[in-house]
């Protein structure tokens, strides 16, 4: 498992608008990624954060957790995002969190085995966004893996 | 109707992130918004543009749309995005543009009787981005206007 650091490296050095948004890893464990980003970078004209910052940092830290779940296989992949839905529920008037959290035991194995036997497989990951303990944002990502 | 560079200047001063977007307004009529954006400032760990950047300017064209069509309205109003939906169909290697079109005269007229009415109105508006005359992303967003 990279360290967060490792993976926020990665995250500014690859995908640099990562930075931009003003993202750094709160926590890349297996079965959950936190990402934080930065109110100021990604205010708009209502003094609330931007719905596509949102949607940007949910998106990143769903790939993040394949990511960090499949770096240690041997056999190199690509993650690609297929699709996603996201719901904007309240406005976020502060620095943020995202969390994606692994699914079930189920849906997670049978992703594994589909990338194993046909060297492709699909998930759908959610990532949820809170402000005072209430649910803001409520995100859906459709990610394939490609190996 | 706002000329072209006024709606740049106001996106890149209220909404700052469009600015590291590189986000640029190509045209900005009552039927249609074109924003394109910078592949550089957007790229990916695949050289492929990042799957949050797409969205981001998507939303962004849509939200213009109806910031160009309300501009004119005497009372002051607010624009909130509630939900949104995209589909990444081919990947973007490239400087994009993303188009949003007003919807129907029916449904837009819709639109406007409720917000003068009822003081709110909710429409869902599409957006797409073209790859060598490829579909590569299907956006729809729906947003609610408060005056």
Known sequence: VPHQSVLET???????????LGVSVV???????????????NINHKKTVFGGSLQSVATLACWSLIYV???????????????STIDYMQPVISDFQAVAERPSE?????FLRC???????????????EQNDQLAVRYTGTFAALS
Chains 1, 2 share one sequence.
């Not at 990665?10 to 931009?20: C, D, E, M």
């Not at 926590?27 to 970078?41: E, R, Y």
């Not at 492709?120 to 990951?125: D, F, M, T, V």
């Open 115 to 129: 990338l194993e036997r046909r060297q492709k497989g699909r998930i759908e990951l959610g990532a949820t966004i």
């Open 10 to 20: 990665y995250l500014h050095t690859h995908i640099p608008i990562s930075k931009a």
């Open 27 to 41: 926590k890349a464990h297996l079965d959950q990624v936190i990402l934080s980003a930065s109110f100021l970078a």
């Open 69 to 83: 779940n499949l770096k240690q296989r041997a056999m190199p992949y690509e993650i690609v995002i297929t699709r």
């Open 106 to 110: 189920d849906m997670w194995c049978t």
